[in-house]
């Protein structure tokens, strides 16, 4: 998924809930990976499941999905 353009994610996810690209509030999104995330990420999209997907311009460069959870 990561690397997909805007409008492909649209088409799989819809349009998401909200849409920001205020640094403190995807830092606080992202917690204890934003490190990594913030390198990169100028805008966060953030849909009711808890997703949370990062974009660099229209290529997503990151995914979290919060309050789940890990896969076992």
């Known amino acids: 998924m990561v690397g997909m353009q805007k409008d492909e994610v649209a088409l799989l996810l819809e349009q998401p809930d909200r849409v920001t690209s205020d640094e403190a509030a995807m830092r606080a999104a992202a917690g ?3 490190e990594p995330i913030g390198r990169h990420a100028k805008e966060m999209w953030t849909y009711p ?14 995914v979290i999905v919060a309050d789940r959870s890990p896969l076992e």
């Open 49 to 62: 499941s808890g997703w949370r997907l990062y974009f660099d311009g229209d290529r997503l460069v990151d």
């Open 32 to 34: 204890r990976f934003w």
